[in-house]
């Protein structure tokens, strides 16, 4: 086993944050990070937002443990596609004919943005890049009109991205509501009435039916938009390709235990591309892409690589900044039988609680100095699978750190 090291396959946040917590966690031997960008890696929530939006550098900037990889011996292979997994002898086959041996391997492939399946849509852009962003930020110029497909976070960070460099919007979303997966009623319609008042267009419950080359998007109801630039924000999908050719269970990704480990006891997978079972929530097996799980699970996949047996315990958490309003959301507000509502200045509060009582979420849009401490204490009643008082959550007098002394 001398010459079999840690093997990582994708050089996003997850596996730059398992690479370091490796080392952190006393692993001496080889290291090596396989990542298909020519950058170290970055974080990627700014793309969507302030990296289009203020015209800073356009160089892509290394994280805080990417910076660390020279001194922590890191073997970074940039520009490096891994095209096959040989399970049996525990070896990794790229691009360039080089080949890897492992001892344990952590599959953080992330996602990839899902095209769109209508003729001419391939010529949509779409943001998961450093490069995608360049693009963006060079054709959204003032008075340009832009026809974004999805009205889902990505879609709407966008949107709000590009009336702050003065573009023109119009959003068309498939569903009746703006974020119908993901967040509450009540918070989706502050969020599409903030961008109504910032000029955003809408079309709901419409499909598109085709693209032309002149950027003029034709809708199931026969009306064209005409525009300028057309951007494809209909989700993302798990980089698998490697996982299946390796023979590994799929299941909305890369199927998981709670341990981060796959069908194959040798390899891990982590972040975008993984589907994990998840103990908080009876064991339901949850695929999520947000830049927090992404660093959580790269560090628990380090650990159980060093045979640490460790389960996820993390509680689902994610945010959105659009204009000067922030979202967030702790756990799964899908799991929740009932919502109970708390007034909160300048801001909205939900808490959801499942059919037993025990409170699954609590979602939140506002100033972020309004909603983040609640969140938080939120999150920590969640993890210990509290079921507080209904009244108590409703009643904005009663502190709510107080429940996590009960």
Known sequence: MSDRGMVIIGAGECGGRAAVALRE?????????????????YERPPLSKTFLTDDGPEACQCNADAARF??????HRRSRR??????????????D??????????????????????????????????????????????????????????????AASAVQRGAFVTVIELAPRLLSRNVPAD?????????????????????????????????????????????????ARPDIALAEQAGLAIDNGIATDACLRTSDEMIFAAGDCAAATHPLFGGRRLRLESWRNALEQGALAARNMLDQQLSQTA?????????????QIAGLPDSGATTIARAVPDAVLNFHLDATGKLVAASAIGPVGAIAKDIKIAELLIARQ?????????????????LLAA
């Open 25 to 41: 966690q006393g692993w001496t031997g080889a290291i090596t990070l396989i990542g298909a960008e020519e950058h170290a890696p």
């Open 70 to 75: 020279q001194e922590l011996a890191i073997d």
């Open 82 to 95: 891994a095209v096959a997994i040989e399970r049996t002898d525990r070896t990794i086959r790229l691009d």
């Open 97 to 158: 004919g080089a080949t890897v041996p492992y001892h344990r391997l952590l599959l953080a492939t992330g996602a990839q943005a899902r095209p769109l399946t209508v003729p001419g849509g391939a010529a949509a852009l779409t943001l998961r890049h450093h490069g995608d962003a360049l693009r963006l930020r060079a054709d959204l110029t003032k008075g340009s009109r832009v026809t974004i497909i999805g009205g889902g976070f990505i879609g709407l960070e966008l």
């Open 187 to 235: 918070i989706a319609a502050i969020v599409e009435a903030r961008h109504r008042a910032a000029g955003v267009v809408f079309h709901f419950g419409v499909a598109v039916e085709k693209i032309g080359l002149d950027g003029k998007v034709t809708l199931s109801t026969g009306e064209t938009i005409a525009g300028d630039i057309v951007i494809a924000g209909v989700g």
């Open 315 to 327: 509680v689902p958490w994610f945010w959105s900044d659009q204009y000067e309003i922030c979202l």
């Open 386 to 402: 509290c079921r507080p008082d209904p009244q108590v959550l409703a009643e904005p007098s009663y502190r709510l750190k107080s």
